[in-house]
């Protein structure tokens, strides 16, 4: 009696289960285009955590640039500008002073036109807010002025500096009815978006989806696809089979066990190109035993940077330098270490004073980053083989970057620390304050200084308006300078990584940026 | 009775009052700055500075701690640092999305659970037992996230049966809200296409996370119930001539199910536990994503607010199932 109990339970679960599996047909969504994006939050570009454009942490403004826009943007694969809400501009009082003329007619998604007002009132909001990428890189603007309703004038505190276009490119505008209507509710940008871009915000549910829809009254080209919508899938293998199975039209994220797969599906297309951010292991160059420059080639010249780039193939392309070289022409620098060389390692450490046995140092990393992980794993190994023995810590990146600025700030001996693996990306502005003594950033961590590198880096950025190749020349030879002082190993740098549907055309990745989501480039 | 239930809810009250020390300082020890975390390295010092007062975090931790148990006994339990919105409201919002999966999920383990290890125990050593065996066992030894993930590989990777992730089809529109239960709301509106998606995409997930639950509940069945099948008292009642079903179920399975519903109080708070990593894995938007990522984004207040939701439940669960004792064994009193 039980047995037959039982044996009904179980049939009645296969047959649920039967049906369940009898996968249920979805309603077409109709005849207009779609496209669909997996993104995860968690370490890379994903749905926003707010929608607020003054607000947003620099992996998730990609996504928002589809509907706020910039005064001005660079080109692709150049360092070259060029204007989007602006037209035109000019600079003045040795480029203290900068001028756009916006463009006329522009929309915004409220039905207001874009004025210089709104401009003014954005970049005010983004001061005012203090927690955007655009509101650490413009901390130098005294202030914006509106100088009639389509002229917009931007007064620095001083001349020089980063490439001030270059940093302005983060700034993003919104309405000025919407600024002006919602000055004292700073929650309302949080879910609402009020910009120019080709796309409207149709759905956002935080942590789970953004879905925008084309926005008719756009003033450029009109967009191909007329939605977009970004899913959040964490898992790094799902989303490797929502994009096989055509789930997804793009993702960003698979594991890299994974991708001889993927590279043998006729109905994917990779996209992965030795990229731009940088791994460098940033030494102490003003305090402890690396302010001495032979201790520093010695490190580098026990590195093996081959085992690492062949011990990550898929993620990872052996060292060019602190600047890729697509960004000067294809040069490589000549003075750069990029093999290993135990012996010269072993004669610069006796002559920086050091014998076996002598030195400890430690060897600061992030949490859960496998390829920092294997890099200083590799270079301890090659240390211990000389006699030096160092100490791998891991912690979140936040914490160790804000203590090691306290540290360059202030040299107490609380806050130091031997050397910090850091990414960089190779934007103008981000080198430039990473290796220059312009503190304003505070990027140069351990406070690396040299005035040839800064004047070299400040000719080039003059010369650049008028004479690329001579500029080019300028951030050569300000590069060749840095690697003689070698404040950095430079182990290598990320190759970027899209996996797409074959049918989707247009993508690129933007060699300054987080792999962007720029939709309205995209059609299939 | 009621001096036991008195007990119980003031010791219940000091747990929490504990965990909550406990994760307030184990928080706030974290050498870490959650506002530098929240606004990302290009905010400006002020920006931090302000932000970090905003938080009350420049305040000694005594004095952080007094004022979050003052909020908290109003039913403040503070605005998460990264979305700005209040915690509890956060939580709540996705709370329907984690019962949804829970409870069916422990609803099926418990029930497929027990009757795999009635079945085992009555036919020890028989066929159906070695099968009951083999599948407490997989699911015992299993990790959930492994397990998730080959679901989806077969399922969704090679059959295309079962939707991967998430709780609806991403092009369209759940049903409209009522109750956050999407299986429920939508047979409110009468929409049996949504019911149907919505149970489509709870099927892989429920099956992860009752796999675990599923074998403890039958080796421990099984083991319980083969104890008592041994004991006098049913070799009194089958020499009695009593039915078998009779023998199973009125005399032997009401003394083994004791153990059997301690573990599954037990395994009721443990799911929430199980619930982070499935949600994880099939990107289901629920209170345990919510945790995990509140977790990497160092957002004290959510991480407080859902480790005292996780200890209050499952104090309140283990509280109900001491109630029941006296329910299944009238033996039992409360003093």
């Known amino acids: 009696m039980f047995l037959r109990r039982a044996g009904s339970v179980t049939f009645s679960i296969v047959l649920l289960l039967v049906v369940l599996f009898a996968r249920p047909n979805s309603p077409a969504i109709g005849q207009e285009s779609v496209i669909r994006i997996a993104t995860a939050t968690l370490g890379g570009i994903g749905v926003p955590r707010v929608l607020d454009p003054f607000d947003q942490i620099a992996r998730h403004q990609a996504a928002m640039e589809n509907v706020y826009e910039p005064l001005v943007y660079p080109l692709r694969d150049t360092f070259e500008i060029k204007g989007v809400l602006a037209e035109s501009w000019t600079s003045s009082e040795g480029g203290a002073v900068w001028t756009f003329n916006l463009r006329k007619g522009v929309k915004l998604h409220d039905g207001t036109e874009l004025t210089a007002e709104a401009v003014k009132l954005s970049f005010d909001r983004d001061r005012a807010v203090g927690r955007s990428t655009s509101a650490g890189l413009l901390t130098d603007v005294r202030e914006v002025r509106a100088i009639d309703p389509l002229t917009v004038q931007f007064v620095l505190r001083l001349a020089g500096g980063p490439p001030f276009l270059a940093r302005l490119t983060s700034l993003l505008i919104a309405s000025a009815k919407a600024l002006k209507e919602h000055a004292d509710d700073p929650a309302w940008f949080r879910s609402r978006a009020v910009g120019s871009g080709p796309y409207m915000v149709e759905e956002y549910v935080p942590r789970d989806r953004f879905i925008l829809r084309r926005f008719d009254g756009y003033w450029g080209p009109k967009p191909y696809f007329a939605r977009a919508i970004f899913i959040e899938v964490l898992e790094s293998a799902t989303q490797a089979l929502m994009v096989e199975r055509g789930e997804v039209d793009i993702a960003y994220t698979v594991p890299p066990q994974s991708l001889p797969r993927l590279k043998s599906n006729p109905n994917l297309q990779i996209i992965q190109i030795p990229g731009d951010r940088v791994y460098n292991l940033r030494l102490n160059v003003s305090a402890g035993p690396f302010q001495n420059k032979a201790l520093r080639k010695a490190f580098a010249y026990a590195m093996d940077y081959e085992a690492l780039a062949k011990a990550r193939a898929e993620e990872f392309a052996p060292p060019v330098g602190p600047v890729p070289p697509k960004f000067l022409g294809g040069w490589m620098p000549p003075n750069l270490i990029t093999k290993q060389d135990l012996e010269k390692a072993r004669e610069l450490l006796t002559q920086a004073g050091y014998r076996s046995g002598q030195l400890s140092v430690t060897l600061n990393i992030t949490t859960a980053a496998p390829i920092q992980q294997n890099a200083v794993e590799i270079l301890q190994a090659n240390l211990r083989k000389l006699g030096v023995e160092s100490r791998i810590v891991a912690t979140d990146f936040i914490p160790m970057f804000t203590k090691l600025q306290r540290f360059t700030r202030t040299k107490s001996q609380v806050d130091y620390e031997d050397s910090m693996l850091i990414i960089r990306g190779p934007f103008l502005p981000h080198v430039y304050a990473y290796f220059s003594s312009y503190d304003e950033f505070q990027v140069n961590v351990f406070d690396y200084r040299n005035d040839n590198v800064k004047q070299l880096f400040e000719l080039g950025y003059v010369l650049e308006r008028r004479d690329l190749e001579r500029a080019q020349e300028k951030y050569r030879q300000a590069i060749q300078q840095i690697i003689d002082d070698q404040p950095d190993i430079w182990f290598g740098v990320e190759k970027k990584l899209v996996i797409m549907r074959k049918d989707i055309k247009g993508y690129y990745i933007h060699p300054t940026w987080f792999p962007e989501t720029h939709v309205f480039s995209l059609r299939r | ?335």
């Not at chain 2, 536990?273 to 990497?296: D, N």
């Open chain 2, 1 to 335: 009775m009621g001096r036991f239930v008195l007990h119980r809810i003031l010791l219940t009250v000091l747990v929490l009052f504990g965990s909550l020390v406990l994760v307030f300082v184990l928080s706030h020890a974290i050498p870490s700055d959650p506002a530098r975390a929240a606004l990302g390295e290009y905010a400006t010092d002020e920006a931090v500075a302000k932000y970090r007062k905003d938080l009350g975090l420049d305040r000694p931790m005594l004095v952080q701690f007094g004022l979050y148990l003052s909020r908290l006994v109003r039913g403040d339990f503070g605005v998460s640092i990264n979305s700005g919105q209040p915690v509890l409201r956060d939580l709540f919002q996705l709370l329907p999305a984690t019962l949804e999966l829970m409870v069916p999920s422990l609803v099926l383990s418990t029930i497929i659970g027990i009757t795999l290890g009635v079945t085992s125990a009555v036919n020890a050593g028989k066929f159906s037992d070695h099968v009951s065996r083999v599948i407490a066992v997989t699911g015992y030894s299993v990790p959930v996230f492994w397990l998730g993930i080959v679901l989806q590989v077969v399922f969704f990777g090679w059959l295309g049966w079962l939707p991967a992730a998430r709780r609806f089809p991403t092009e369209q529109l759940p049903p409209r809200h009522m109750t956050g239960f999407y299986t429920l709301d939508s047979l409110i509106a009468g929409d049996f296409h949504a019911f149907w998606l919505a149970v489509h995409h709870l099927v892989l997930p429920v099956f992860t996370l009752m796999m675990l639950n599923l074998a403890i509940l039958a080796r421990l069945t099984r083991a319980s119930m083969l104890e008592v099948l041994g004991a006098d008292y049913v070799r009194t009642a089958r020499s009695k001539g009593l039915p078998r079903r009779d023998v199973i179920y009125r005399h032997a399975f009401r003394n083994a199910v004791i153990p059997v519903v301690t573990v599954l109080g037990i395994r009721l708070g443990a799911s929430l536990g199980g619930a982070i990593i499935t949600e994880t894995v099939f990107s289901w938007p629920g209170m345990g994503r919510y945790a995990v990522q509140s977790l990497k984004n160092l957002d004290y207040p959510v991480v407080v607010a859902f480790t005292l939701m996780m200890t209050g439940g499952y104090a309140v669960l283990n509280f109900l199932v001491d109630l029941s004792y006296a329910a299944i064994d009238p033996r039992i009193k409360y003093v």
